[in-house]
């Protein structure tokens, strides 16, 4: 299993960034996978999953802002972040979940991370 983040970098406050995560070496079509960052300091935390079947979770903190989906036939999940803030600075990962529930997706594999700053 491989997963690769790409699209982190550094934005103003209100910009735009879209993350990418090709995935390989599994069905991708058959997982739900999902989006989670980590700041500094804090625990890591889920900001979106999807399921196979395209059904979706975000977080209350993105919710509005933020929207997870997917390309099965580029086996790829991707993360498109508006209105971004300050608070969203973080590394961000890509998993694969073990469950195929949205908001619980229980991850077994992880991407390496990229960073995402919103800062002025």
């Known amino acids: 299993v491989q997963l690769v983040e790409s699209g982190g970098g550094m934005v103003q406050p209100g910009g735009s960034l879209r993350l990418s995560c090709a995935a390989s070496g599994f069905t991708f079509s058959a997982y739900g996978m999902g989006w989670y960052r980590q700041a500094p300091g804090k625990e890591r935390e889920l900001v979106a999953g999807i399921s196979s079947g395209r059904d979706t979770y975000h977080s209350d903190s993105v919710k509005g802002r933020f929207t997870i989906s997917r390309d099965n036939a580029k086996n790829t999940v991707y993360l498109q972040m508006n209105s971004l803030k300050a608070e969203d600075t973080a590394l961000y990962y890509c998993?694969?979940?073990?469950?195929?529930?949205?908001?619980?997706?229980?991850?077994?594999?992880w991407g390496q991370g990229t960073q995402v700053t919103v800062s002025s």
């Open positions: 998993a694969r979940g073990r469950s195929n529930v949205p908001a619980y997706l229980r991850p077994s594999d």
